[in-house]
């Protein structure tokens, strides 16, 4: 069936590039780590750019090692995963919608669409596309909800969507609040908040592992429950 | 608490912006972990061991930045 098809190699391609973004992020990092460790051993690294004319010796490397891994490799990685776990769930609504939408009967579309598209599956999409922007601004227990409500797939747990709310509140912060938690995170974390407001949010290594873990487990399981009611 | 392959102090190595690593033989991370944990330093090691050139393999513990680092480093240096 198409629409199992398709399921299936969506939850495929994003947990392959998933896999793919965690071992940028553990390679990159372990290169930092032998630099590291090369300038412990008393090794002599310089690199001199030939345009600028800028040096970097080991020492240099050293001091800023720390501070890449955490601030850009970890967290870019970090948010990397949320988007990755966004693009897939309103990918699978898109599938689902398109194949299903008799849920969309009563929502209207502007004529000019009409109009615009070359056939009546260019409308669906049409009018599927304007219902998934509208939710995607929503809190993430209302998006799953909102699945619960077209197809009841028995899954994510209930801990699984809070947790998953946490993280996407701490993407939030890293991309709109240079890192520093706010009563919007607070509001959004709820109980699983990591910091007060106003503190450095970080994402510590267990952490940052604990997040891949679940986006990888939630895109599988998600997937196969949909697989069966499709 | 000396690095058991160089026979050097363990000394945390803090770089800019106050971000911190200590670099711990294999055989001791166990044991420096174990000692963070119990005094409640914020850290964590690397999933993973370095080993280069058939060198003992290392281990990464990275702090955070609320990390009392002194106070990690008087732990360390506490222990013979």
């Known amino acids: 069936m198409p629409l199992q098809d398709d399921l299936r190699a969506l939850a495929n391609r994003t947990q392959a590039a998933l896999d793919q973004s965690h071992d940028y992020f553990t390679y990159t990092k372990r290169i930092w780590r032998l630099v590291e460790d090369d300038v412990r051993e008393g090794r002599t690294i310089l690199f001199r750019n030939r345009l600028t004319k800028s040096r970097m010796n080991g020492q240099a490397l050293r001091e800023i090692s720390d501070h890449y891994i955490a601030n850009y490799l970890t967290t870019a990685s970090f948010q990397h995963f949320v988007s990755l776990f966004e693009d897939f769930f309103f990918d699978l609504l898109r599938l689902w919608l398109a194949a299903h939408p008799g ?96 503190e450095l949010l970080e994402v510590p290594e267990p952490y940052h592992r604990q997040s891949w873990e679940l986006t990888r487990k939630m895109i599988g399981d998600i997937a196969e429950a949909a697989i069966q009611k499709a | 608490m000396t690095d058991a392959t160089s026979q050097k102090p363990l000394t ?47 281990g990464f513990i990275s702090f955070s930045r609320k990390a009392d680092l002194a106070f990690a480093q008087s732990l360390l240096d506490s222990i013979p």
């Open chain 1, 103 to 198: 849920s969309l009967a009563r929502n209207q579309l502007e004529f000019s669409a009409v109009l615009k598209a070359a056939d009546k599956n260019e409308i669906v999409l049409a009018v599927v596309d304007k219902q998934l922007n509208e939710i995607k601004y929503k809190r993430v227990a209302d998006w799953f909800d909102y699945l619960n409500r077209l197809v009841k797939l028995g899954c994510p747990t209930t801990d699984e969507i809070e947790a998953l709310a946490e993280m996407k509140a701490s993407r939030d912060i890293l991309v709109h609040n240079r890192g520093i938690a706010n009563p919007t995170y607070l509001a959004k974390a709820g109980s699983r908040a990591r910091c007060q407001d106003g």
């Open chain 2, 12 to 58: 945390i190595y803090v770089g800019k912006g106050g971000y911190a690593h200590l670099i711990v033989p294999a055989t001791q991370l166990e044991q420096v972990m174990a000692l963070f944990a119990a005094n409640e330093v914020l850290c964590w090691a690397d999933e993973d061991l370095l080993s280069v050139d058939d060198r003992p393999e290392v």
